[in-house]
């Protein structure tokens, strides 16, 4: 008989709050999306009084997305958890998640308070969230580094307020397993009525501990994780979903405890939150990573030919990745892409169907073989519908060393042609340049990525920018053989998506004003 554990998937809350993740409310909503295809019990949507943008993500994932649990965080303290309800209220499912550090080292030098203050406003905090809503989780934060007495007086106080959830942050990813296991231990035997609420772990993964530590929390007796999908987090970031449920699906024999996650979307949520933020996994990740099912030694490539068992402990379908079975190129045509999708888990429709193989050609003229991450990328980036308001025509561009850079670029927005040349230190900086120039808005490149997703001399080079325009951020994708043309689709890309949101935004002002 095994026991449940609640999956508490913080992605878009922990997660996004690490540099280079943040998300607007549409990446948000679809990744909330996914997060429910997954089977997670509860998405952490954010911290709604943090933005209006994470207030307007918590509303909207709240209105929209209603088999799972919807949390949103708030400091203890009253105007943060009345912001929180206010985004949350709609939901099917709410939970107000409220929060307070009660090690010494954040009383004394964050917070300036006593521990006889802090523990009454842990207990003001979940009286008066439990009046808005009857799911109140509750976070000790630095739990691990707190002095134990005084967290069971804590937990003790917030347990006696109706606090339904009980988490034990790990937030600076400090503890070992031994001594989080005896921390469990201590508040299961010490807290009263703990048996009658649920205890949550949330770890950090500071010392590359953040898993083991989850499991050890497991084992000890928590019934929720909370973790993040590819791991990603504040600095080293949180434990990663995929390696907490593969460890507990891949060892049932001394793991007894099973989850709702649906295993084969694995892959798909990691690709999507990689697509979306522009963080890559490193390629030796654990479940996810390129290189996670790939045998190099002659050894073991002879061993898993005779038998798998020999070096595969868990099936790459397992977690959603398929062995390709179908080979796309320049002479497959919109049938063989239809089922290729497919066999991936995508059904297209007519429309989405003809967009997605007009973008296949013209990368097939490019390109011998087209892989799945090519056919990714045509989904998760070609198919979205942000209008495309500048159409990058080409790239032109001349580069040596020690001479300045200078590029050439053509765009076309409504029918009209518009050209312009500029210098740079480099060949993408003189591209960016000119299309600023074309433009005439001012983007300022907040961080740039890229790497090769295919291998071979006609490889693809995938550019990631996050590029902030007048103030907000926002990310752009683009893959090509060639880079500086990846480059500049990749800011184009982006330019769209600022031009667009001005449009929006311009359109709900004259709403609000008629
Ligand atoms: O790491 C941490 O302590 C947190 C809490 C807000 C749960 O993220
Ligand atoms: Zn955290």
Redesign the pocket.
């Given at each position: 008989m095994t026991e449940r554990i609640t999956i508490f998937d913080?992605t878009l809350r922990?997660g996004e709050q690490s540099p280079g993740a943040s998300m607007n409310v549409e990446e948000k909503l679809r990744m909330a999306w996914q997060l429910e295809a997954l089977g997670v019990d509860v998405i952490e949507a954010g911290f709604p009084i943090s933005s209006d943008e994470d207030f307007e993500s918590v509303r909207t994932i709240a209105q929209k997305i209603r088999g799972p649990v919807i949390a949103g965080?708030a400091r203890a303290v009253p105007q943060d958890i009345e912001r929180a309800w206010d985004a949350l209220h709609h939901a099917a499912r709410p939970r107000i998640?409220t929060?307070i550090a009660t090690s010494d080292i954040h009383l004394q030098f964050k917070l300036k308070k006593t521990r006889e203050q802090v523990l009454e406003d842990s207990r003001q905090a979940v009286r008066l969230a439990r009046r808005f809503c009857n799911d109140v989780e509750f976070?000790a934060?630095?739990a691990t580094r707190s002095d134990l007495n005084y967290l069971v007086q804590v937990i003790s106080a917030v347990v006696e307020e109706g606090a339904t959830t009980v988490?034990i942050?790990d937030?600076v990813g400090y503890t070992i397993p031994a001594e989080f296991t005896r921390i469990i231990q201590t508040l299961r035997s010490r807290v009263p009525g703990i048996e009658h609420v649920t205890i949550s772990s949330?770890c950090?993964n500071d010392l590359g501990l953040a898993v083991a530590n989850s499991i050890a929390a497991i084992q000890a007796g928590a019934r929720q994780v909370?973790c993040t999908i590819n791991g990603i987090g504040?600095r080293a970031g949180n434990a990663s979903l995929e390696e907490i449920v593969m460890a507990l699906n891949v060892r049932t024999d001394i793991l007894p405890y099973s989850t709702g996650i649906h295993t084969e979307q694995i892959y798909k949520a990691s690709q999507l939150l990689t697509n979306i933020t522009g963080i890559m996994v490193q390629p030796n990740k654990a479940i996810v990573g390129k290189n996670a099912f790939a045998h190099e030694a002659g050894i073991h490539q002879d061993g898993v030919l005779k038998n798998k068992l020999t070096y595969e402990i868990m099936k790459p379908e397992s977690v959603g990745i398929k062995q390709t079975t179908l080979v796309l190129g320049k002479h497959s045509g919109r049938h063989a892409l239809k089922a290729r999708f497919e066999e991936m888990g995508y059904i297209l429709n007519r429309i989405e169907l003809d967009k997605a193989y007009k973008l296949f050609t013209r990368l097939a003229d490019r390109k011998k073989e087209i892989f799945e991450e090519d056919l990714m990328a045509i989904l998760q980036d070609g198919l979205r519908e942000i209008p495309e308001t500048y159409a990058l025509r080409l790239v032109q561009s001349l580069a040596g060393n020690p001479k300045a850079a200078t590029a050439t670029i053509v765009l076309e927005k409504s029918g009209q042609i518009l050209v312009q040349s500029a210098n740079g230190d480099g060949p993408v900086a003189a591209a960016y340049e000119a299309i600023d120039g074309i433009t005439g808005l001012k983007g300022t490149l907040a961080d740039y990525t890229i790497h090769s997703i295919t291998s071979g001399a006609d490889a693809v080079g995938e550019v990631f920018v996050h590029v902030d325009f007048g103030g907000k951020k926002f990310t752009g994708r683009a893959a090509s053989t060639d880079i500086v043309d990846a480059s500049a689709r990749a800011y184009v890309h982006a330019l769209n998506k600022a031009v667009h949101a001005r449009e929006r935004e311009g359109f709900a002002q004259t709403e609000a004003a008629v």
């Open positions: 913080t922990d965080l998640h929060f976070s934060e630095d988490n942050p937030t949330h950090h909370e504040e």
